[in-house]
């Protein structure tokens, strides 16, 4: 197999990176490395099993509950309990952000991914949509949000209504576009699903018999692919849209309104859980994810104790960060946590693509984070 690995060694530079690549092995005269197809299927197997449908599955019942009780507050009928939306929306951000790695298939058709969460693509694009669509309401363009422009489809639009200074009221055009977006967002989640299990075929059937007439995946290794660069672009994504641009070189230049989700002070618990959710991804439910092909790796024997090793190390660090993130970075202390986190995302990042690819039997090419 084709091992060329392209990254930016640019991306890592500090101690801890070098400590974790210095045992990596040369990789350039490396004959191919032989993995069967049974391998690369049955990893495949129990990635979708028991990561991929799970966690699509459990976005789209976050994304009902928020439907059905903003439907109830903004209708009437559950005025006092403006605290339940808040709840209904923290669940479905959550659940979005534990899938939100998995970048192929369904999610991708339609651009389903920057409808349910078009960031950092909507910065300053938000507040001008709900003004255009409150002042242009209709019924038409306030529940069927989906046909529209995609800064006001998604979760950001969403967190915008509900915590902004003027707050959702029942019965108001605000709170209609609010139950719109949640409608939307209910009905793409419901889509994804219905597309992996019961499609024509359904995309679990694309991933478990590549070939053929199936124009997704010519091979298990390719269906193993998609799932490395979810986990390898996950990394990225978190370290070059989540973490650099808030922190700045230092302190002065530091830019905590960036942060994701920063009405609801949710930007550190989202980065938590992706990090949780590509621990998942690379471990599997049962040891049975990409792990099981790294850890008998004749190439690299030791790499799947140092990838183990890397999630635990920058979880924790995630975790010891006690204040929210745009607060973190402006205070001397708590920036260290994040300057080491950010750190050790970029380092586990790009092990994952200097090591485990090779490992794999995976190639990967840039990609339009490459550059962090």
């Known amino acids: 197999m084709h091992l060329s690995i392209h990254s930016s060694a640019r991306t890592c530079t500090a101690a801890l990176c070098l400590a974790l690549l210095a045992a990596a092995p040369a990789h350039a005269d490396t004959p191919g490395v032989k993995i069967s197809d049974a391998a690369y299927a049955a990893t495949n197997t129990a990635l979708v099993s028991g990561h991929v449908l799970p966690a699509y599955r459990t976005l789209e019942t976050g994304m009902a509950a928020l439907d059905t009780t903003t439907a109830a507050y903004c209708t009437g009928d559950d005025t006092k309990n403006l605290a339940n939306v808040k709840t209904a929306f923290v669940t479905a951000n959550d659940a979005w952000m534990g899938a939100e790695h998995i970048a192929f298939g369904p999610v991708d058709l339609f651009m389903r991914n920057l409808r349910l969460n078009f960031w950092p693509q909507a910065r300053g694009k938000i507040s001008d949509a709900v003004a255009d669509a409150i002042v242009e309401q209709t019924d038409d363009n306030l529940k069927e949000v989906g046909k529209g422009t995609f800064a006001l489809q998604g979760l950001p639009a969403f967190e915008y209504l509900l915590y902004s200074d003027d707050g959702l009221t029942p019965a108001s055009p605000q709170c209609a576009l609010a139950s719109g977006i949640a409608a939307n967002m209910h009905t793409i989640a419901t889509d994804i699903v219905h597309e992996w299990t019961a499609g024509d075929p359904p995309f679990t059937t694309r991933m478990a018999e590549p070939g053929g007439d199936n124009f997704y995946f010519a091979t298990h ?152």
């Open 221 to 372: 290794a390719d269906v193993t692919l998609a799932l490395f660069k979810s986990l390898h672009e996950g990394l990225q994504k978190v370290a070059t849209l989540k973490l650099v641009p808030v922190l700045g070189t230092n302190m002065p230049d530091a830019r905590p309104a960036l942060a994701e989700s920063s009405l609801s002070n949710r930007a550190l618990e989202n980065i938590r859980i992706n990090l949780a959710a590509l621990q998942q991804l690379y471990r599997g439910t049962d040891d049975d994810g990409l792990t099981a092909l790294a850890r008998n790796s004749e190439l690299d024997p030791k790499l799947d104790a140092l990838m183990r090793k890397a999630f635990t190390q920058t979880i924790a660090t995630a975790n010891a960060i006690t204040l929210p993130l745009p607060d973190a970075v402006m205070d001397a202390q708590q920036r260290k946590l994040v300057e080491k986190l950010t750190t050790q995302t970029r380092a586990l990042r790009q092990i994952t693509a200097e090591r485990l690819a090779p490992a794999l039997g995976l190639s990967v090419g840039f990609n339009s984070l490459d550059g962090d």
